[in-house]
């Protein structure tokens, strides 16, 4: 797999924090727009949304008389264009985002502050990123057009799979298959796969994009593998996935097995070539999410020697269905995380939060590992940041965002509220926590975390936050324990803590 992800195409702009250069701004990204292949329509929306982003920069991160500089730069990603406004202003407050809808092109001064329901749909990934004092960010990722499989084929050639009468106890007639990675003339009928498996639900839209499945293997973001009969026929498919260059584990999912070829090993043997392949890439680990309305994806993860690490309760959206198994879920999905270091997992110490270290230590032995456990500090001002650095993103279709804190600060719990108030206001129905238990004080805010709702969900190794302690915040989510299966000895245990300390259930 190759995970070389330099810039490609990049280019940067700073303009100073006056209005008169606002329609630089905009100018520059409608050229480099243009230059990467958008279309008239979808060049206007990222000008809008852009110089709708600097004009608020301008507005309210500066004082009237302070002469400073805003920077847009604009790159070329696997699946269209990357463009991050960034300033060294007063720190980002959603609170004051405008939630007004409006489609028509603003006009400058029109209105002050950002209008968040035309921004989101008008690009495609929108993240805030509040870095303490290297200033903020907004990241905003346009999709070229493509072609969707739905555009390759007769309405008929996409209709469901048909469940052969088989009984899922029963072991189907050994087939001969070939392991490989995806070739590029592949990635169409990839998506064919899933779309007659899945229909429309499933949650990683790109696989419903050939070109994108392509750009994605071709960037090394994504790595698919696919079983194929001597007769050439794609019968299923499995992928690694870093989500950022730096990454230090990847996600093994993106699972697909025609109906009539279930049951017969090709999922455990999808897995076990994407993890010989994952070890000589310098990964410290991989981690999956198995659903929970059946164990069977728990029981191939459990197979390769992945461990249940963390409970996300309602993770995914009650749309998602898989074609024959799961018609109709009765509420919003909750997936298992499973875990697994690739190599010796490394002697390190962290400080959890004194009323969930029995359960963190636990954790830690299923997955093989044994980090001294120290117990956290008391935050003292001399020993912290005067501000943190905070990163949310979120995915609009599956209705979830996480909260990553990066560096802790003084501000860190006014930060999280902040950012929590500002994502419930919008609806959205999964929060997520992360925190990193390397840090000797940060274990003294959990208590005040789940004051505002938040409850353990587990812990995850290696993520962008080091060793993550992640709490999670259900927001208006009603869950049924009772329908959520698991099938290991820790999973269990995990499913009756998680389930105790969910404020919901009280």
């Known amino acids: 797999m190759d995970v070389t992800l330099n810039k490609c195409e990049f280019s940067s702009l700073a303009v100073p924090n006056n209005r008169a250069y606002i329609g630089v701004a905009r100018e520059y990204v409608g050229e480099v727009a243009k230059k990467l292949g958008f279309e008239e329509k979808d ?9 709708e982003i600097v004009s608020n920069v301008i507005e309210d991160a500066f004082e009237p008389d302070e002469r400073a500089a805003v920077e847009i730069s604009c790159e070329r990603v696997p699946l269209g264009m990357k463009v991050l406004i960034a300033d060294q202003g007063s720190p980002f407050d959603p609170s004051r985002i ?11 001064g029109s209105e002050k502050g ?41 309405a008929c050639e996409l209709d469901p799979y048909l469940q052969p009468s088989l009984d899922r106890t029963q072991v189907s007639k050994p087939v001969e298959v070939t392991i490989r990675p995806m070739e590029p003339s592949e990635a ?39 079983a194929v009969t001597s007769q050439n026929e794609i019968v299923g498919h499995l992928a690694l996935t870093k989500h950022s260059e730096d990454a230090r584990i990847a996600e093994i999912g993106r699972a697909v097995v025609k109906p009539e070829f279930r049951s017969g090993g090709i999922f455990t043997r999808l897995t076990r070539f994407v993890l ?15 659903v929970t309305n059946h164990t069977y994806s728990q029981q191939v993860g459990l197979g390769v020697g992945l461990r249940d690490c963390a409970l996300f309760v309602g993770y995914l959206p009650q749309t998602e269905s898989f074609r024959k ?7 919003r999905e909750s997936v298992l995380v499973h875990f697994m270091y690739l190599h010796k997992p490394p002697l390190q110490t962290i400080y959890p939060p004194p009323n969930h270290r029995k359960m963190i230590e636990s954790l830690y032995l299923g997955l093989g590992a044994s980090p001294q456990s120290r117990e956290p500090e008391e935050p003292h001002e001399s020993a912290m940041h005067e501000k943190s650095a905070v990163r949310i993103s979120a995915s609009g279709p599956s209705g979830t965002a996480r909260i990553l804190v990066e560096r802790l600060g003084a ?24 925190l990193d238990l390397s840090n000797r004080q940060i274990a003294y805010f959990v208590p005040h ?25 259900l927001n208006n989510v009603p869950i049924d324990y009772e329908k959520i299966h698991a099938k290991s000895e820790k999973a269990h245990e995990l499913l009756d803590y998680v389930r105790r300390l969910d404020p919901n259930q009280l």
């Open 411 to 434: 501000d860190v719990f006014e930060e999280v509220k902040l950012r929590w108030k500002e994502l419930c206001l919008k609806r959205v129905e999964i929060i997520h926590l992360y």
């Open 449 to 473: 975390f789940e004051k505002l709702g938040f409850f353990f969900a587990g812990i995850l190794p290696g993520t962008e936050a080091g060793d993550a302690l992640i709490l999670q915040y």
């Open 276 to 290: 010989e392949n994952a070890r000589s890439e310098g990964l410290i680990g991989i981690f999956g999410q198995a």
């Open 114 to 154: 950002l209008r968040i329901s035309s921004i989101k749909e008008s690009v495609d990934e929108l993240e805030f990123h509040n870095l303490g004092p290297r200033g903020k960010e907004t990241v905003l990722i346009k999709y070229l057009k493509n072609r969707s499989v739905a555009d390759y084929f007769d």
């Open 325 to 331: 198994i799961t018609e109709k879920l009765q509420q």
């Open 43 to 51: 060049r206007l929306m990222i000008e809008n949304v852009v110089a």
């Open 98 to 108: 405008s939630t007004a809808d409006t489609r028509e092109e603003p006009e400058q």
């Open 188 to 226: 169409l009928e990839v998506s064919k796969c899933v779309y007659k498996a899945y229909g429309n639900t499933y949650a990683f839209e790109h696989m419903y994009y050939p070109d994108r499945l392509l750009e994605l293997n071709l960037s090394g973001q994504v790595f698919s593998v696919v």
